[in-house]
């Protein structure tokens, strides 16, 4: 296949991944990039959106907000499966088609949702939507990384995860203008028609990852368009053809994980994803915590939901940089351990103002060091099985984090109080910081983008 933009001094066939590597930063890649971002605005949304509406959800229903426990327990193991089963299906059928068929789900159970009646048809949805929108988060991380240049990839994969903020400011929107007024249901409206919303975007606007369509038919037409887009008005190369080795079943592509020099990083890689699960999952009683054992008024909830989504948004928009400027190992475990240490100053200020700052700093560091935990993850892995891996490291926070909620909820029912609830939250970042420490040691990677093998 000819295709353009050979770099200087280069003569015969190119690898894609080599080719994508050495392009240079363009609108083509701040379209994908806007396009990743608005996906995990959505996917934010319907994920945040249980935890947001829990207090309300309990008083209609009559139920005790623990006895919800299990409810966002389902969701996390819904998100679990999606990570297992279905984000790997993109490594056959291509990145933006799942994506799309993910929404779709995504927004017919968030519907379907608004009609329910019991706690059991609500664990149910839930279940439904965190499959799904678990496979979008993972596939969205490995389409960026795939499409983006080199020297960027940390900062693109991290701003595309960024989006996940804005999301979560609709969701402080909602609770401080809508909730009161319309109840629970307005929120999962919202949650069903933002996926509908970007479809069509999608459909017409994101492009397949050039990587997955070389090593599935080095002759798809979109595989031309994509490197001519990226390159216009070049001197004609040659892309070489990948080299396939193995089989690319689903059981092959997992076992590819556990290869010689890849097996003891994926299980470290596993843990750290285990650990920042665990904060977030244990984190989904924030909400509560804050109304009912502080004493914040919905407009003050709304206020903090607000204040760490800001301030998350910076974290997760400058990790990236950071990461690409002085390596992974100086920045992921440093901001995991910082968001420890500002758990505990949520415990010991609230509710004053210092609870807001200790807030501020938490949200920062933490949401950045989780979207650099995707970065490492994208990195470590070739594109034949990216992701697969994403996906599997996902699954493994997923699947710890189905007993998050439970950890969360031991302040609530022992009657422990803020104290105890931020001083439990401290824990897992901790760990995490320890355990990616570990990893980026025994396998270092680059400060700039990896160039993962084919």
């Known amino acids: 296949m000819a295709i353009s933009d050979a770099p200087a001094g280069r003569s015969g066939p190119i690898d894609v991944e080599t080719f994508l590597d050495g392009v240079k930063f363009s609108p083509f890649h701040m379209r994908v990039m806007l396009i990743g971002a608005l996906a995990m605005l959505v996917d934010g949304f319907d994920l945040g959106v249980l935890s947001w509406v829990l207090p309300k959800i309990s008083d209609d229903f009559g139920v005790t907000r623990t006895s919800l426990t299990w409810v966002l327990s ?17 490594d056959q059928i291509g990145r933006k088609r799942l ?4 929404l779709l789900a995504v927004s017919v159970s968030c519907f379907v949702t608004i009609f329910v009646n019991s706690v059991l048809a609500l664990a149910l949805c839930r279940l439904v939507t965190g499959m799904f929108a678990s496979a979008v988060i993972a596939n969205i991380v490995a389409l960026a990384s795939e499409l983006a240049p080199a ?3 940390s900062t693109m994969v991290t701003m595309v995860l960024a989006g996940s903020m804005p999301g979560a400011i609709l969701g402080s929107a909602m609770q401080a203008f809508l909730l009161n007024q319309h109840g629970w249901h307005i929120a999962f409206y919202i949650g069903t028609a933002l996926p509908l919303l970007l479809l069509p975007v999608m459909l017409f606007f994101l492009p397949e990852s050039p990587k997955f369509l070389a090593y599935r038919d080095p002759a798809d037409p979109r595989l031309l368009r994509t490197l001519q887009a990226l390159a216009p008005g070049q001197g004609a190369i040659e892309i070489a053809p990948p080299v396939h080795t193995g089989k690319a079943g689903g059981v092959a592509l997992v076992r590819e994980l556990f290869a010689p020099g890849l097996a003891l990083p994926t299980i470290l890689l596993w843990l750290g994803f285990i650990s920042s699960f665990g904060f977030i999952s244990a984190a989904l009683w924030k909400t509560t915590v804050f109304h009912d054992l502080i004493g914040l008024q919905w407009q003050q ?17 400058t990790i990236g940089i950071m990461i690409d400027r002085f390596g992974f190992k100086a920045i992921v475990p440093s901001y995991f351990i910082v968001a420890s240490m500002a758990a505990v100053g949520m415990a010991i200020f609230a509710p004053g103002w210092g609870m807001y700052v200790a807030l ?36 493994a926070g997923r699947a710890a984090s189905i007993v998050g909620p439970m950890y969360g909820a031991l302040a609530l029912e022992h009657e422990w109080g803020a104290l105890g609830y931020f001083f439990l939250l401290a824990a897992p970042l901790a760990s995490a910081g320890v355990v990616i420490l570990i990893l980026l040691t025994v396998k270092p990677l680059a400060k700039v983008g990896h160039v993962a093998g084919h």
């Not at 193991?77 to 299906?89: D, E, N, Q, R, T």
């Not at 909830?301 to 928009?317: E, K, N, S, Y």
């Not at 949401?367 to 490492?376: E, K, Q, Y």
């Open 360 to 395: 501020a700093i938490n949200a920062t560091a933490q949401h950045a060091a989780h979207a650099g935990l995707a970065s490492i993850a994208s990195t470590l892995y070739p594109t034949r099985n990216r992701a697969t891996g994403v996906g599997w490291a996902y699954g």
């Open 301 to 317: 909830v709304g206020i903090t939901t607000a204040l760490g989504t800001a301030f998350g948004a910076v974290g997760m928009v």
């Open 99 to 102: 994506l799309m068929l993910c």
């Open 74 to 90: 389902t969701q996390q193991a819904g998100m679990v499966l999606g990570a297992y089963l279905i984000a790997p299906i993109a």
């Open 151 to 153: 020297r960027q990839r």
